[in-house]
């Protein structure tokens, strides 16, 4: 019986079994704190269709070699610019969520075959120099806010120079996929559009895995040495998946924007790639493997957690400080275990 429990917690994963009881636990408080269950699941839904693209981009990094792509600004950093000029164009509804969408795809086509160069000068090293490229990114870019020459007076400041620090959506295409086709059952409601969209993605990225380039990439990806000799181009198949990451990561952000209701500028894109990482790893994923499911299962677990921790910690810890700094441990805890934990072992394994 203590080998069957064994390996039943090593196929299922420590990390992922300990997060899943959390949130059953957070569950069942909830509800005994008489708090409205279903609105949390609502919640819930929304934030997983929000955040789930941004966590598949991580997929195709880790599958071709790259590891946990934390170079993720650089694909949110292409999505934003491609954002304003959709509003820059003037267009609105789901016109300007298409265009949107697709000026992204080039621009980060472009910033991810340059950054796709650069890691595959640096092998052996990518995480950390990803995590540099990040950053640094972000913090270039602050420049770039500063001297780009928009002239619609939803993204300048009214006095000086620049673009504004938060761009609102509203009247333009802001919850555009989460009203699409939404509907009520048992007092919960579901953004139909914002989940329908998130699902295609996981498919494009799945018939793309399944193609002749995505297998030879992910080939590549786990036996550099084996595929070089079957003839296969590494630094072009990691190449591929360092540009898809990043494309999808522009696709994302812009999906979760249209959900947020606004596009954050400046410093706001600096930290988004760990809350993806770590929830590609809560559902399973290793720094060398991923799998769509992997990247369904932790979004859930990941944004479940966080929407529910947040109100029973208010519940239970009555004091507005001590609540804020509970939702940041919480939030905060789970990204740290989840970078130190992988299936049970470290993320080297």
């Known amino acids: 019986m203590k080998t069957t429990i064994k390996d039943l917690i090593d196929k299922i994963g420590l990390p992922r079994l300990i997060i899943t009881t959390f949130f059953i636990i957070l569950c069942i408080l909830s509800v005994g704190l008489k708090l409205s269950l279903p609105d949390l699941i609502s919640d819930t839904l929304v934030r997983v269709g929000m955040n789930g693209v941004l966590v598949l981009a991580m997929a195709p990094g880790i599958l071709c070699g790259i590891g946990l792509n934390f170079g993720l600004p ?127 993605c996981c498919l494009i990225m799945w018939l793309i895995l399944r193609s002749k380039s995505g297998v030879a990439m992910i080939a590549a990806g786990s036996n550099p040495k084996f595929a070089e000799a079957s003839g296969i181009n590494v630094d072009k198949s990691r190449l591929l998946g360092t540009m898809l990451s990043t494309i999808f990561g522009a696709v994302g952000i812009i999906i979760y924007a249209q959900s947020y209701g606004f596009y954050q500028l400046y410093q706001a894109p600096m930290m988004m790639g760990f809350a993806a990482v770590a929830a590609i790893l809560i559902g399973g994923a290793s720094a060398t493997n991923a799998k769509i499911s992997h990247v369904i299962i932790g979004t859930i677990l990941f944004q479940g957690l966080l929407t529910i921790g947040l109100p029973v910690a208010n519940k239970i810890v009555t004091e507005g400080n001590l609540a804020e700094v509970v939702r940041i441990i919480v939030s905060n805890g789970i990204i740290l275990y989840a970078l130190t934990k992988v299936g049970g072992g470290d993320v080297s394994e």
């Open 74 to 200: 650089l694909g949110i950093l292409a999505g934003l610019l491609a954002g304003l000029i959709s509003i820059e164009m003037n267009l609105r509804g789901f016109t300007a969520l298409f265009v949107a969408i697709l000026i992204s795809i080039p621009l980060s086509s472009i910033v991810g075959y340059l950054y796709g160069l650069l890691l595959n000068r640096v092998k052996g090293s990518e995480m950390m120099v990803s995590t540099y490229a990040g950053f640094s990114s972000v913090s270039l870019m602050c420049i770039g806010w500063l001297l780009i020459p928009f002239q619609s007076a939803e993204l300048k400041w009214p006095i000086g120079k620049g673009l504004r620090t938060t761009i609102t959506l509203s009247g333009r295409y802001d919850k555009q996929l989460d009203n699409f086709l939404s509907f009520k059952l048992m007092g919960i409601k579901f953004p139909t559009g914002l989940i329908f969209a998130f699902l295609i």
